[in-house]
C-alpha cells in the first residue's frame, strides 16, 4: 500500500488548521486592540466615568433636630451625638486591601484582623468577642455578593467611636505587624434627649424613630412643629478606595440644615413646683388623675401645664397610651361651679345685676322635669349676687341666669373661647375633643345646668383663657406656650398671634373681681389664705356621668379650684383639676392652688403685704 499520498493528505489537512487558526487568533486580537484602543483612546472618558461611578460612595448627614427650651433657657429637649457603628468584613478580610496582592506581612495581619478589632469593640463596648465575630466576618451575603455593610452597634457616643478607631490605627506606620486595623465605620444617627425627663413632659412630647434612624416628633411641642425642628439633611458623595475616602479627589457636600429651636413660656421650676403639688393631690383625693394650668392672666402666656400621671420621654415606651397626651388641653369635662364666673360677668356685662342685687334663695328650684338644689340644705336664704357666688349657690345661679336671653349666653361662651380651638401651640385633637356647650337655643333646663357648669363640657385651658378675660379687665387672650422659633441662622420664623378682644366691660370685669376676692377670702380662715396677699378664687364640684349607665354618678366628682393673685393687679391664674375624685373642689382642689399661687406670686416680683385689711362685702341682706 502507497503511505505517500496519505502522508500529503494529512500535511494539507494540518496546514489548513493552521492557518484557520491563524485567522481566529488575529481577528480576536483585533477584536481586543480595537476595545483597547476605544477604552483608552475615544471612549477613555467613558470608562473612567464608569470606573468613577463604580468607586462613588453617598452619605447622608443627618441633621440635629432644634433644641426645645423654657422661658429662661433651661433645656426640655435636645440631640446629642451618637452614631451606629458598621462593619466592612469584605475589606476586613483583606484589612482594607483590595487592588493588589497582599504582601506577606499583610496577609498576617489580615488575618489578626477579626479578632483584634473585635477585642477593641470590646474594651469600649462591652461585651464579649464572640458578640462581634459574626459581624465582622459575614465576608458575604446568602446571594455571593460582598457584604461592605454590617450594622454591629447603634447609639453609640462620638467620643467612643473616635477612641475605637485611634485604637485601630494605634500601629498604622510601624513595621511590627500588627496594631493597624481597617473595616469599621460610622453613621450619625443623633439621639433625642430629655434631661429634665418628668418636667413638662406633657408639653414637650416625645419623638420615634423608623428603621433608618429618621425621627419625627409624636407628641406636644414636638408633633406640632416637627417640621421646623427636624431641619432638613445633606449629603456627602466622594470617591472610595480600599482605604477609605480618595484624599484629594473631587466631593460634593450638600451640607445638612439643622432643625429650628423651639423657646416656650412655660418656668421649668414653677412647673417642678405645679407637678409636685399636682401628684399629692391626686394621690390624697384618690383621683384617677388630674391636671393644672398657670397662666399670666394678661398675656394668656401659659408657666405650667402638668398632668398626673405623666411619663419620662426619655422610656416614653413604659408608659400607658392614655399618659401621653395633655389632658388639660385635650380632654373635655363640665367645670361644676367655676363656670359661674362666667355667668356673672355676662349678667354683670349686660347690666342685669350688681353685686349687691338681692336674691331670694329657697331651698331648691324646678327645672324641667328635675329640680335643683343646693350642696348643702338651707331654707329660704337672701343673698346678694355677691353672695351667691361667694357660697357657690346653684338655685342662686339659675334665678339670675333666667334674667338673660338664652341666645346672649351662648354668644357670650362663644367669645370667651369655649367649644372652639384655642390656637395653643400643642395638639387639641379633634373638634370632639374641644368641648360642647349648647347651642342658642338650647332648652330652658339646660339653660338652668349650664350657667352652673354641667352641660357643658371644656379643656381647662379653654377655661383658664376665660377666667383670665373676665378679671383682667375683659379683654380675651388666646392663650400660648411658645414663646419663638428661631431657625439654625438666627431667624425668627415664629412669633404667636396676641390678637385680643374685648369680651366684657372693664366695670364688669372689676365687679367680677369683687365677686372673686368674696369668695377666696370671706369664705376661709386666714390659715387658709396667702399670707400677705389678696387674692381671687372659685371652686368646682362637678358629678361625673357613668360611661356605663350614661347618668350622673352620685361617688364621683370632677373638682376644680381656680385661684388668681394679686387681687388689686390680677397677674397670676392657677387652675387645678382633679377628675374622678370622691372629693369637693374646695377640699381637695384647693389646697394645691394656693399652695401654687404662695410659690408664684414672689417669684414673679409680687411682694407680700405687711397687713392685708379683711374683705368687706355683703354676702346677705336682711329682707
Same mark, same amino acid.
Given at each position: 500500500?502507497?503511505?505517500?499520498?496519505?502522508?500529503?493528505?494529512?500535511?494539507?489537512?494540518?496546514?489548513?488548521?493552521?492557518? #484557520?487558526?491563524?485567522?481566529?487568533?488575529? #481577528?480576536?486580537?483585533?477584536?481586543?486592540?480595537?476595545?483597547?484602543?476605544?477604552?483608552?483612546?475615544?471612549?477613555?472618558?467613558?470608562?473612567?466615568?464608569?470606573?468613577?461611578?463604580?468607586?462613588?460612595?453617598?452619605?447622608?448627614?443627618?441633621?440635629?433636630?432644634?433644641?426645645? $427650651?423654657?422661658?429662661?433657657?433651661?433645656?426640655?429637649?435636645?440631640?446629642?451625638?451618637?452614631?451606629?457603628?458598621?462593619?466592612?468584613?469584605?475589606?476586613?478580610? $483583606?484589612?482594607?486591601?483590595?487592588?493588589?496582592?497582599?504582601?506577606?506581612?499583610?496577609?498576617?495581619?489580615?488575618?489578626?484582623?477579626?479578632?483584634?478589632?473585635?477585642?477593641?469593640?470590646?474594651?469600649?463596648?462591652?461585651?464579649?468577642?464572640?458578640?462581634?465575630?459574626?459581624?465582622?466576618?459575614? @465576608?458575604?451575603?446568602?446571594?455571593?455578593?460582598?457584604?461592605?455593610?454590617?450594622?454591629?452597634?447603634?447609639?453609640?457616643?462620638?467620643? $467612643?467611636?473616635?477612641?475605637?478607631?485611634?485604637?485601630?490605627?494605634?500601629?498604622?506606620?510601624?513595621?511590627?505587624?500588627?496594631?493597624?486595623?481597617?473595616?469599621?465605620?460610622?453613621?450619625?444617627?443623633?439621639?433625642?434627649?430629655?434631661?429634665?425627663?418628668?418636667?413638662?413632659?406633657?408639653?414637650?412630647?416625645?419623638?420615634?424613630?423608623?428603621?433608618?434612624?429618621?425621627? !419625627?416628633?409624636?407628641?406636644?411641642?414636638?408633633?406640632?412643629?416637627?417640621?421646623?425642628?427636624?431641619?432638613?439633611?445633606?449629603?456627602?458623595?466622594?470617591?472610595?478606595?480600599?482605604?477609605?475616602?480618595?484624599?484629594?479627589?473631587?466631593?460634593?457636600?450638600?451640607?445638612?440644615?439643622?432643625?429650628?429651636?423651639?423657646?416656650? @413660656?412655660?418656668?421649668?421650676?414653677?412647673?417642678?413646683?405645679?407637678?409636685?403639688?399636682?401628684?399629692?393631690?391626686?394621690?390624697?383625693?384618690?383621683?384617677?388623675?388630674?391636671?393644672?394650668?398657670?397662666?399670666?392672666?394678661?398675656?394668656?402666656?401659659?408657666?405650667?401645664?402638668?398632668?398626673?400621671?405623666?411619663?419620662?420621654?426619655?422610656?416614653?415606651?413604659?408608659?400607658?397610651?392614655?399618659?401621653?397626651?395633655?389632658?388639660?388641653?385635650?380632654?373635655?369635662?363640665?367645670?361644676?361651679?367655676?363656670?359661674?364666673?362666667?355667668?356673672?360677668?355676662?349678667?354683670?356685662?349686660?347690666?342685669?345685676?350688681?353685686?349687691?342685687?338681692?336674691?331670694?334663695?329657697? !331651698?331648691?328650684?324646678? !327645672?324641667?322635669?328635675?329640680?335643683?338644689?343646693?350642696?348643702?340644705?338651707?331654707?329660704?336664704?337672701?343673698?346678694?349676687?355677691?353672695?351667691?357666688?361667694?357660697?357657690?349657690?346653684?338655685?342662686?345661679?339659675?334665678?339670675?341666669?333666667?334674667?338673660?336671653?338664652?341666645?346672649?349666653?351662648?354668644?357670650?361662651?362663644?367669645?370667651?373661647?369655649?367649644?372652639?380651638?384655642?390656637? #395653643?401651640?400643642?395638639?387639641?385633637?379633634?373638634? @370632639?375633643?374641644?368641648?360642647?356647650?349648647?347651642?342658642?337655643?338650647?332648652?330652658?333646663? @339646660?339653660?338652668?345646668?349650664?350657667?352652673?357648669?354641667?352641660?357643658?363640657?371644656?379643656?381647662?385651658?379653654?377655661?383658664?383663657?376665660?377666667?383670665?378675660?373676665?378679671?383682667?379687665?375683659?379683654?380675651?387672650?388666646?392663650?400660648?406656650?411658645?414663646?419663638?422659633?428661631?431657625?439654625?441662622?438666627?431667624?425668627?420664623?415664629?412669633?404667636?398671634?396676641?390678637?385680643?378682644?374685648?369680651?366684657?366691660?372693664?366695670?364688669?370685669?372689676?365687679?367680677?373681681?369683687?365677686?372673686?376676692?368674696?369668695?377666696?377670702?370671706?369664705?376661709?380662715?386666714?390659715?387658709?389664705?396667702?399670707?400677705?396677699?389678696?387674692?381671687?378664687?372659685?371652686?368646682?364640684?362637678?358629678?361625673?356621668?357613668?360611661?356605663? $349607665?350614661?347618668?350622673?354618678?352620685?361617688?364621683?366628682?370632677?373638682?376644680?379650684?381656680?385661684?388668681?393673685?394679686?387681687?388689686?393687679?390680677?397677674?397670676?391664674?392657677?387652675?387645678?383639676?382633679?377628675?374622678?375624685?370622691?372629693?369637693?373642689?374646695?377640699?381637695?382642689?384647693?389646697?394645691?392652688?394656693?399652695?401654687?399661687?404662695?410659690?408664684?406670686?414672689?417669684?414673679?416680683?409680687?411682694?407680700?403685704?405687711?397687713?392685708?385689711?379683711?374683705?368687706?362685702?355683703?354676702?346677705?341682706?336682711?329682707?
Amino acid at each position: 500500500m502507497n503511505q505517500q499520498p496519505i502522508a500529503a493528505s494529512r500535511a494539507l489537512i494540518m496546514g489548513r488548521r493552521t492557518w #484557520i487558526f491563524s485567522i481566529v487568533m488575529a #481577528i480576536m486580537a483585533s477584536i481586543a486592540m480595537g476595545r483597547a484602543l476605544l477604552v483608552q483612546g475615544i471612549d477613555a472618558a467613558g470608562a473612567a466615568a464608569q470606573a468613577a461611578d463604580d468607586m462613588t460612595m453617598s452619605t447622608p448627614i443627618k441633621a440635629a433636630r432644634g433644641t426645645i $427650651t423654657d422661658r429662661n433657657g433651661s433645656v426640655l429637649a435636645e440631640d446629642y451625638a451618637v452614631v451606629r457603628l458598621i462593619a466592612d468584613p469584605w475589606n476586613i478580610q $483583606t484589612n482594607g486591601i483590595v487592588d493588589r496582592e497582599l504582601t506577606a506581612d499583610e496577609k498576617a495581619e489580615a488575618a489578626m484582623a477579626p479578632a483584634a478589632i473585635a477585642q477593641i469593640l470590646v474594651e469600649h463596648l462591652g461585651g464579649d468577642i464572640g458578640d462581634y465575630m459574626y459581624h465582622l466576618t459575614r @465576608t458575604t451575603f446568602d446571594d455571593g455578593e460582598p457584604n461592605q455593610y454590617e450594622r454591629v452597634a447603634s447609639n453609640v457616643p462620638m467620643y $467612643t467611636y473616635q477612641r475605637i478607631k485611634a485604637d485601630m490605627r494605634a500601629g498604622c506606620g510601624d513595621a511590627v505587624v500588627g496594631g493597624c486595623y481597617y473595616g469599621i465605620n460610622m453613621e450619625a444617627t443623633p439621639k433625642r434627649s430629655y434631661p429634665n425627663g418628668m418636667i413638662a413632659a406633657n408639653v414637650v412630647g416625645f419623638t420615634l424613630a423608623d428603621e433608618l434612624g429618621n425621627r !419625627s416628633g409624636a407628641a406636644g411641642v414636638e408633633q406640632f412643629f416637627d417640621d421646623l425642628l427636624a431641619g432638613r439633611d445633606g449629603t456627602e458623595t466622594y470617591l472610595s478606595g480600599g482605604y477609605g475616602v480618595i484624599p484629594f479627589a473631587d466631593a460634593t457636600l450638600v451640607p445638612a440644615i439643622d432643625g429650628a429651636d423651639v423657646q416656650l @413660656t412655660l418656668d421649668s421650676e414653677l412647673q417642678y413646683a405645679v407637678q409636685q403639688e399636682l401628684q399629692a393631690a391626686v394621690t390624697k383625693a384618690g383621683a384617677g388623675q388630674g391636671w393644672a394650668v398657670v397662666m399670666n392672666v394678661n398675656t394668656a402666656e401659659i408657666l405650667a401645664i402638668a398632668n398626673y400621671p405623666t411619663y419620662d420621654p426619655n422610656i416614653f415606651g413604659e408608659t400607658a397610651q392614655s399618659d401621653l397626651g395633655n389632658r388639660a388641653v385635650d380632654s373635655p369635662y363640665e367645670p361644676g361651679s367655676v363656670a359661674k364666673v362666667l355667668t356673672m360677668a355676662a349678667l354683670l356685662d349686660q347690666g342685669l345685676i350688681d353685686n349687691d342685687t338681692r336674691v331670694v334663695v329657697p !331651698s331648691s328650684i324646678d !327645672s324641667g322635669d328635675d329640680v335643683v338644689s343646693d350642696a348643702w340644705r338651707h331654707g329660704t336664704l337672701y343673698m346678694t349676687a355677691r353672695g351667691v357666688l361667694a357660697e357657690s349657690s346653684n338655685v342662686g345661679t339659675i334665678k339670675l341666669a333666667r334674667l338673660v336671653d338664652k341666645a346672649v349666653l351662648h354668644d357670650y361662651w362663644m367669645r370667651l373661647g369655649l367649644g372652639s380651638p384655642t390656637g #395653643i401651640e400643642l395638639p387639641e385633637g379633634l373638634d @370632639t375633643t374641644l368641648g360642647v356647650i349648647p347651642g342658642a337655643d338650647m332648652a330652658d333646663y @339646660t339653660r338652668d345646668r349650664a350657667v352652673f357648669g354641667q352641660a357643658m363640657t371644656v379643656t381647662s385651658v379653654q377655661m383658664a383663657a376665660a377666667l383670665a378675660a373676665v378679671v383682667n379687665g375683659g379683654v380675651y387672650h388666646a392663650p400660648r406656650i411658645v414663646a419663638s422659633v428661631t431657625d439654625a441662622g438666627g431667624n425668627v420664623v415664629y412669633t404667636p398671634e396676641t390678637e385680643a378682644r374685648r369680651v366684657i366691660s372693664a366695670e364688669a370685669s372689676a365687679a367680677v373681681r369683687d365677686m372673686m376676692e368674696a369668695q377666696a377670702r370671706a369664705m376661709y380662715s386666714e390659715n387658709d389664705q396667702v399670707p400677705g396677699y389678696r387674692t381671687l378664687g372659685k371652686s368646682g364640684t362637678a358629678q361625673r356621668v357613668n360611661p356605663e $349607665t350614661g347618668l350622673y354618678d352620685d361617688d364621683s366628682y370632677t373638682s376644680s379650684y381656680v385661684a388668681i393673685g394679686p387681687a388689686e393687679d390680677p397677674t397670676i391664674l392657677v387652675y387645678v383639676v382633679l377628675d374622678d375624685t370622691g372629693y369637693g373642689g374646695n377640699t381637695m382642689a384647693r389646697p394645691p392652688a394656693i399652695n401654687v399661687l404662695r410659690y408664684a406670686l414672689p417669684r414673679y416680683g409680687f411682694a407680700p403685704a405687711g397687713y392685708v385689711a379683711p374683705y368687706v362685702g355683703d354676702l346677705y341682706y336682711r329682707p
